[in-house]
């Protein structure tokens, strides 16, 4: 094996084991949240991160692994820096995760969006959250923002399920990906090995590599 072969294989190395920590971190600060009941479906997306940012910015795990968590991080393209567009347009992504290894700064992205089963209520709100649109939404500002380059490659989606169950909101998500003719891009059950988890997915897509899923189930069914 060449020397720049093995410094590459060393490199991916270290980025797959910092993109598990990074996992097991949102995973753990999802267990603890959701153990407190403080998330039902009143909860707008951003109060969700908020509090899991919170926990894993508090965390000591994430101490120890030397990981820095920023929420609402801007990505600043060429084009806002070629002054082509206002930085003000940049787009946000809801949390970035930062470490360093082996001389090299290593970041983890990860996007959020609210889920639920059916059309529901919210308090101090007259008409009900469409489920259809909010399904409509992870693919259109979730998985394409990915697809499309607007969000780096090195990230995940996670799904704040706030009501229903979690199948059968993947479910009806693949349906939408189907009826958009890309049935090949279906959400798929994945064993990730992380801790004490198992609503995972994987999504495949053409000249792209696979997109992971996390589904944070909330919905107290």
Not at 142 to 159: M, R, V
Not at 185 to 191: C, Y
Not at 197 to 205: A, K, N, P, R, W
Request: proline share 2%; net charge neutral.
């Amino acid at each position: 094996m060449s020397k720049g072969t093995l410094n590459v294989s060393i490199i991916n190395s270290f980025k797959q084991e910092f993109e598990w920590r990074c996992l097991n971190l949102l995973i753990d600060a999802y267990t603890s949240v959701n153990s407190s009941n403080s998330v039902n479906i009143d909860c707008e997306e951003e109060y969700i991160s908020a509090i899991l940012f919170d926990y894993i910015d508090n965390s000591q795990q994430a101490i120890n692994w030397k990981i820095d968590i920023t929420p609402e991080y801007r990505l600043y393209k060429n084009d806002i820096l070629r002054k082509v567009k206002s930085a003000k347009e940049a787009p946000r992504i809801d949390f970035r995760l930062c470490g360093w290894a082996a001389n090299s700064k290593l970041t983890y992205f990860v996007e959020a969006k609210n889920l639920i089963e059916v059309d529901s209520h919210k308090s101090k709100r007259k008409s009900k959250i469409s489920a259809s649109s909010l399904h409509v939404r992870y693919i259109e500002t979730g998985i394409d923002n990915y697809l499309s380059g607007k969000y780096p490659q090195n990230g995940c989606l996670i799904g704040y399920i706030l009501q229903g169950k979690t199948e059968n909101i993947v479910s009806m998500l693949n349906t939408c990906l189907c009826n958009l003719n890309r049935k090949t891009e279906i959400l798929q059950p994945q064993d990730f090995d992380l801790m004490n988890f198992d609503l995972h997915y994987i999504s495949f897509h053409n000249n792209f590599p696979f997109i992971k899923h996390l589904m944070f189930d909330f919905a107290k069914n």
